[in-house]
T-cell receptor
């Protein structure tokens, strides 16, 4: 399976600031996704990062709050904008290569965000 | 609509005991996929297994086994001879054919006591 890394692994941020999280894959993949895991909760899909076009957001998530970039097939960023304590979560990047492992998503190590 | 229910919030067992984690799902799709992931205290999500809806054969991988029962919409996960390293949160998930979204259950926290 692909090796996925995320930066930063964790951060503590002040309310009102923004943080950009990077996701790097060691091989080209078809699909990249961003999930949020609030404390003690399950995972919720934020959006699908589309290469060369705007991300596809799930209900309850908007581009102004969570802008996403995907400039190529191995890299994506998620920005958490104008943060509040409610944004404290683990943010996980996942990938799926439709040509190889259909419907199998592999996850990065996550970014643990705390907003004060 | 897709839904995954993991009724067991937390389970504690003593090392070497067997333990079964329950997963019940709901979907209207005829083709779908079921997954189990492990999330150890370090936080990363480790893929354990994927099952498609047409394959009801049970699977065994070392100490892990999975029982897929379409008739009861369940995909249960059994760990035999549990070890302390099995302590983690285990998530069951569901996705439909052609869909990107993985629907996760709320997870079961397993603690294996030495």
């Amino acid at each position: 399976s692909a090796v996925i890394s995320q930066k930063p692994s964790r951060d503590i941020c002040q309310r009102g600031t923004s943080l950009t999280i990077q996701c790097q894959v060691d091989s080209q993949v078809t699909m990249m996704f961003w999930y949020r895991q609030q404390p003690g909760q399950s995972l919720t899909l934020i959006a699908t990062a589309n290469q060369g076009s705007e991300a596809t957001y799930e209900s309850g998530f908007v581009i102004d709050k969570f802008p996403i970039s995907r400039p190529n097939l191995t890299f994506s960023t998620l920005t958490v904008s104008n943060m509040s304590p409610e944004d404290s979560s683990i943010y996980l990047c996942s990938v799926e290569d439709l040509g190889k492992t259909h419907n199998e998503q592999f996850f990065g190590p996550g970014t643990r965000l705390t907003v004060l | 609509a897709q839904k995954v229910t993991q009724a067991q919030t937390e389970i504690s067992v003593v090392e070497k005991e067997d333990v079964t984690l329950d997963c019940v799902y709901e979907t209207r799709d005829t083709t779908y996929y079921l997954f189990w992931y492990k999330q150890p205290p370090s936080g990363e999500l480790v893929f354990l297994i994927r099952r498609n809806s047409f394959d009801e054969q049970n699977e065994i991988s070392g100490r892990y086994s999975w029982n897929f029962q379409k008739s009861t919409s369940s995909f249960n996960f059994t760990i035999t001879a549990s070890q302390v390293v099995d302590s983690a949160v285990y998530f069951c998930a569901l996705s439909a054919e052609g869909a990107n979204n993985l629907f996760f259950g709320t997870g079961t926290r397993l603690t294996v006591i030495p």
